[in-house]
């Protein structure tokens, strides 16, 4: 429908500095139970481009050293392979232990450049082009250095790469850059199965393939590694640094808020000053920490203080309702996870620093790693353009202490703001969903939850029955076809038929009469109307309805 194109420096062959040290940037490491742990070495490469036309210098920079972390020594139970900061909330959530498990050992993990363990640096040359502040992008599970999808750190930017110094960055973070931001993109060890990481236990035990998804503290040190650098070349540190994360990089920043001691700095004050949290991995963690049969986070008013402004971006397609042997209160919904922890936070007293947003038509995969329009999944949701919202939202809450737009749910508990039984405050829909030429839908690819993909609606070229989705034809013990699964219900009447017309789709939802018909006009107001409302709640930039009105006055419609 619509996709944000950002101009880019011409393509061809570019500079690449050659390999230097940058030790001088590394934090100093830190005594735990007698070893020093911290970053060991860093090397560094660099190179000059052009975006927006402005100048930037983007600096790969790898790292090696040491973490400290728990870890359980039995291979075979639930998340043993997560080498974590806090196994209290992990081990608990996952039904592997009580409040006491002997099995949870402390250790230092070992992490290696040479194993893709670095963080990528992109500021703009003339400082008076940086707002002064730093965004984290932060990746989710499943790079492997093991597995052949993550490289050495000096073999990730390719010189010969057609899209320059901005290879690898997606659109999320190239909106960043154009606001002004420092952009910190880390790159850590994350396979769920195994990771890159050696874990020397307290007892000498030596446990391999571990990894560090959940460890915050790693990803700070990377922020911090990145503010020294910020300070060597444009003259100051970065005065807030905020935190954007989607499913495994969105699950340890959760932690950040919910860990106690995690988000402090040497000198008392908060690491991270804020935090996006797009679509936590399987909807966790929870903050809920319990002893001694009790819940005790954010019981006190202390507790809470530590808390930063938080917004969680909830991908309303992605609910995975795969039954699992989890506790019964943690079966495998993820989206029930995701009201579940936005409630708590609410009933805690902490909905002054937390806002929950629900997206509707969009499952867990998005586009926002997609570096161009060309490489996102077709004809998934451009969120790129709610992202740029999310940051200034983020942003003006930090700085200047304004709020945010309330919570956005179809779960009432959430979206019902003053307990009329009306839910006022709905999941939000982007033009594509509120004046739908199509339905989105998930199992786009296979038997997956997270893919989504769109089927139009019948342009009116004869009777056309609702297509299966990627799971295929499911069939019965009896061979007949199982119409409860592996067709897209687009009608939403649970069992398969004919494919709509749009002017069929409209008016069974009430937005034509019986007897109006879908036209331009109609389709331009209703995308006029969703994109002016985006817009006065800050969702969406001026700019974007500008540009979606025009697409509305020009693209084909499926029908006169």
Known sequence: FLCLVFPTQSHGAMDVSEVATCDQFMLPKKEVNGKMVGQEACRMMEVEFEFLGRQFKRVEMGVTGTVEGYA????????????NVYPEFVYQQAGEMDEVDADVVHGIGRYSMATGHMVSVVYPMDRSQWNGKLFLHNHGAGRSFARGNAKPWNKEFDPEHEDGGLQSLGRYERVMLEKGYVLAKTRRSTLMQGGDVTVTLDDGTVLRGRNLTEQPPWIMEMAKLAGNLVKDRLGAQPRRTYWYGHSGGARPGRMVNYKEGLNIDDDGTPIIDGLIVDDAGGGLWLPILMKDGKDVLFQTDADKQ?????????????VNETPDDSPSWMENNFLAKKRINAKTLMDKGLGNKFRYYEIDGISHSGPGSA?????RIPNTLDMDLLMEGFIDMLDAWVEDGVAPPPNRSDWRVLGDANND??????????????????VFHIYGSGTSTGSTRFMPFNAGSGLMLE???????????????NVSHGFVDMNGNKYRDFVETVTE?????GM??????????????CVRESATKLVEEKFFMPRTLDNYLQKARTMPLPEK
């Open 72 to 83: 359980l020594k039995d291979d075979t139970r639930r998340y043993a392979n997560y080498f």
């Open 306 to 318: 530590r808390f930063v402004p938080m917004i969680e971006i909830s991908h309303l397609l992605y």
């Open 371 to 375: 570096p161009s329009p060309a490489d």
């Open 421 to 438: 039984g009306i839910i006022e405050n709905p999941a939000i829909d982007m033009p594509e969903v509120a004046c739908p030429l199509g």
């Open 467 to 481: 297509p299966f989705d990627g799971r295929g034809e499911f069939r019965s013990s009896l061979d007949t076809v």
């Open 505 to 509: 789709a409209w008016q069974r939802v």
């Open 512 to 525: 034509l009469k019986p007897n109006e018909t879908f036209n331009r006009e109609r389709f331009v107001q």
